[in-house]
Nanobody
Framework: VQLQASGGGYVQPGESLRLSCAAS????????LGWYRQAPGKQREIVAT???????NSAESVKGRFTISRDNAKNSMYLQMNSLKPEDTAVYYC?????????WGQGTLVTVSS
């Protein structure tokens, strides 16, 4: 499975961004797609995950601000990020996992600064 993340950019605090992750290849069910992020000097951390049947989980730090979704017909996943804060600045990665393997996509940089 190959993953292509896009949608990162430079925004001011309080603004919004929508990240996309396009998957290609053979995907098995059940599976999980997820967004992770890594800020400078910090470890990679989970942001949100979504299963192929639509069950979601998200980190406490983004609840109420970020929404994860997926379109199985398009093999795509999205992360709507609202009310962005400077501490959301990081490289965001998408991850695909099934019972056989896990695959990372390349990151997309999100910078939140005034």
């Amino acid at each position: 499975v190959q993953l292509q993340a896009s949608g990162g950019g430079y925004v001011q605090p309080g603004e919004s961004l929508r990240l996309s992750c396009a998957a290609s290849g053979i995907m098995f069910s059940p599976n999980v797609l997820g967004w992770y992020r890594q800020a400078p000097g910090k470890q990679r951390e989970i942001v949100a995950t979504i299963t192929n049947d639509g069950s979601t989980n998200s980190a406490e730090s983004v609840k109420g601000r970020f929404t994860i979704s997926r379109d199985n017909a398009k093999n795509s996943m999205y992360l709507q990020m609202n009310s962005l804060k400077p501490e959301d600045t990081a490289v965001y990665y998408c991850l695909y996992s099934d019972y056989r393997n896990s695959y990372w996509g390349q990151g997309t940089l999100v910078t939140v600064s005034s």
